[in-house]
């Protein structure tokens, strides 16, 4: 089994300064890692995965996230932050390997509110 | 595309009253969700299906819940009788083979149960 951990259920920042937003899970197996943002009253819209490759990976809308597989962490990061990016962030995995289980477990979710 | 629809967008019914909610996926799309997400418990998978078969139903809550998918383009998840407890906001997703592990979500449909 699968679970995440979301450090911080709430991330207040102003306009333009840096973000983390942090993520650790723990699983038995290998895992897939997902962020998913929710804007007010909307579904969740993929930010970015990491499936393999390069443990840095780029998403939409200038975010980032590292994978760090001896801290089992996925943070993400954006380098400027807009009004705009305001919104809850879920982090999310699903095991690795063969056969189609694509049950993703989530976060409970970090609301970051980006303030002028 | 119009992107993943869901109705309705709101529903408030009466404790014991059968509730349907509604899906339709991205055209072309194999895989279909049904998510709930409430402040206590966060966003669950409840079902999923590939080709409108049911492959890990695990998160179904109980025998209240049942999820159908008559064809590829629709799909719908009834609860019957429904308990307040049930109040949620219930997400349906849908996802390409093609395009494994992104997920496309609706818009959501949000459940009150008095």
């Known amino acids: 089994a699968q679970s995440v951990t979301q450090l911080d259920s709430q991330v207040p920042v102003f306009e333009e300064a840096p973000v983390e937003l942090r993520c650790n899970y723990s699983?038995?197996?290998?895992?897939?890692l997902f962020w998913y943002v929710q804007y007010p009253n909307q579904g969740l819209q993929l930010l970015l995965k990491?499936?393999?490759?390069?443990?840095l990976v780029k998403g939409i809308n200038g975010f980032e996230a590292e994978f760090n597989k001896s801290q089992t962490s996925f943070h993400l990061r954006k380098p400027s932050v807009h009004i705009s990016d305001t919104a809850e962030y879920f982090c999310?995995?699903?095991?690795?390997?063969?056969?189609?289980?694509?049950?993703?477990?989530f976060g409970k979710g970090t609301l970051l509110t980006v303030n002028p | 595309d119009a992107g993943v629809i869901q109705s309705p967008r709101h529903e408030v019914t009466e404790m014991g009253q059968e509730v349907t909610l509604r899906c339709k996926p991205i055209?072309?799309?194999?895989?279909l969700f049904w998510y709930r997400q409430t402040m206590m418990r966060g966003l669950e998978l409840l079902i999923y299906?590939?080709?409108?078969?049911?492959?890990?139903d695990s998160g179904m809550p109980e025998d209240r819940f049942s999820a159908k998918m008559p064809n590829a383009s629709f799909s719908t998840l009834k609860i019957q009788p429904s308990e307040p407890r049930d109040s949620a906001v219930y997400f349906c997703?849908?996802?390409?083979?093609?395009?494994?592990?992104?997920?496309?979500f609706g818009p959501g449909t949000r459940l009150t149960v008095l």
């Open positions: 299906f590939n080709n409108n078969v049911p492959i890990d």
């Open positions: 699983s038995s197996v290998s895992v897939y």
């Open positions: 990491y499936l393999s490759g390069s443990t």
């Open positions: 055209s072309g799309h194999d895989y």
């Open positions: 997703a849908s996802m390409s083979s093609g395009e494994r592990d992104t997920q496309y």
């Open positions: 999310a995995v699903r095991p690795r390997g063969g056969g189609s289980n694509y049950k993703l477990t």
